[in-house]
């Protein structure tokens, strides 16, 4: 049990403690008397905010009058559907909805913790570790599907056989460490992000915090988009084809 609970953890805990400890037992995990915990509830609230503003906003789509928050996503789109296009290429738009999701759950789960009585999942390791752990199923599956295991280990031996000895120790090491340093990089720039703006907004209420929390929101685009980056420039490895 985390030392504080926010108010929506208490509230699953208090009225939702069976259905956690079911999922539990499902995974081969103990019970607990309060088995929720912050950084679960919030990610919960964030695909349910997720699922709920795109539904809204599918019904409201409109090319002569796009409403403000319409045009917000479409500026999104089209800059990720860019900077895909530009890691990736043409076949960029195969990949595309992965790497939207990705973004927007993680700049979702950054910007939660401004608002008053939330905080951001991604400042526990579990979050970021689990996109990490995501991306890097996802790339190394899609290096499979577009070569075939067999060329895509071919990968890892280098362009020489005679190097292969000592390639493949290599590019083994080099991507198991790809899901520790999307982590790290992630949970510790969102932790201390975290910390300064709550440690501003206990010293004074005028001013300074509104910089601090205007940085937080700078801090969350900007991790969600290295985060979202660095995945494909990962697919982008793992699908080229050798010539």
């Known amino acids: 049990m985390e030392a504080h609970e926010i108010w929506l953890t208490k509230l699953f805990n208090d009225h939702l403690a069976n259905v956690g400890n079911s999922i539990l037992t499902m995974v081969g ?4 008397d309060r088995p929720w915990a912050n950084f679960i509830t919030m990610q919960i609230l964030v695909a349910v905010i997720m699922v709920v503003l795109f539904l ?8 002569d009058r796009p409403s403000k928050t319409q045009q917000i996503f479409e500026v999104i789109y089209q800059f990720l559907h860019g900077e895909s296009q530009d890691q990736i290429g043409h076949g960029a738009d195969k990949y ?35 996109c990490a752990l995501a991306t890097f199923l996802y790339y190394n599956i899609a290096g499979v599907q577009a070569n075939g295991l067999v060329t895509y280990l071919r990968h890892f031996a280098g362009p020489m056989l005679i190097l292969a000895p000592l390639l493949i120790p290599i590019e083994i090491i080099s991507h198991m460490a790809r899901p520790l340093s999307l982590t790290i990089r ?4 969102m932790l201390a992000g975290e910390k300064v703006t709550v440690v501003f907004l206990g010293l004074t209420y005028f001013g300074v915090p509104a910089i601090f929390m205007g940085l937080h929101v700078f801090v969350s685009f900007l991790q969600a988009y290295i985060f979202v980056l660095m995945t494909m420039m990962y697919v982008n490895g793992a699908v080229a084809h050798e010539h």
Request: proline content about 10%; overall charge positive; aromatic content about 16%.
């Open 29 to 32: 995990l103990p019970a607990q």
């Open 96 to 130: 595309f909805g992965y790497f939207a999701t990705v973004f927007l759950f993680i700049l979702f789960c950054n910007l939660i913790g401004i608002i008053p009585g939330f905080e951001s999942p991604t400042m526990t390791p579990s979050v970021p570790a689990g």
């Open 56 to 63: 809204l906003l599918r019904t409201r789509l409109s090319v």
């Open 186 to 189: 992630l949970y510790a720039n």
